[in-house]
């Protein structure tokens, strides 16, 4: 049976709505400090991260197999949003899913990661001015 009324994402490009929260979960880090902090979104994951882990007292060290997880809690008005730090071959079996880095590019209209999501993190006072990366020349050699 054929039904033209049904849409079809051949090519998943609707946008990802699961979301995740490791709360209380098995495989969040067990270690010394605390494994779900509050940070303010810097517009670039490895920024965030830097600050999960100055906030929650672990090394990037100790925190080996581990990586920092968005919830998908973000405050527009603040840039506050919580991170767990969970390990990352369960993070990686989410996915898909949309944090508050998601929710971040999708209030901005940015992608995150960007210079143009840095800005808006800038423009709001939650992060110092990002450098613009000067994109490489190519040698350009004539014969």
């Given at each position: 049976m054929f039904d033209n009324n049904v849409e079809v994402d051949i090519f998943g490009l609707h946008s990802i709505?699961?979301?995740?929260?490791?709360?209380?979960?098995?495989?969040?880090?067990?270690?010394l400090g605390k494994n779900t902090v509050k940070?303010?979104?810097?517009?670039?994951?490895?920024?965030?991260?830097?600050?999960?882990?100055?906030?929650?007292?672990?090394?990037?060290?100790?925190?080996i197999g581990y990586?920092?997880?968005?919830?998908?809690?973000?405050?527009?008005?603040?840039?506050?949003?919580?991170?767990?730090?969970?390990?990352?071959?369960?993070?990686q079996n989410s996915l898909p899913h949309k944090g508050s880095a998601g929710q971040f590019a999708d209030y901005f209209g940015v992608e995150y990661d960007s210079y143009e999501a840095k800005m808006k993190a800038f423009e709001q006072g939650w992060?110092?001015?990002?450098?613009?990366?000067?994109?490489?020349?190519?040698?350009?050699k004539h014969k």
């Open positions: 709505t699961k979301t995740v929260d490791f709360t209380n979960h098995p495989d969040l880090y067990q270690g940070i303010v979104l810097t517009g670039h994951r490895d920024s965030d991260f830097t600050r999960a882990f100055r906030e929650s007292g672990i090394s990037k060290t100790d925190a990586t920092w997880h968005h919830v998908a809690d973000f405050n527009p008005e603040t840039g506050e949003s919580t991170m767990q730090l969970i390990r990352t071959t369960t993070h992060r110092e001015k990002p450098r613009q990366t000067k994109k490489k020349k190519k040698d350009c």
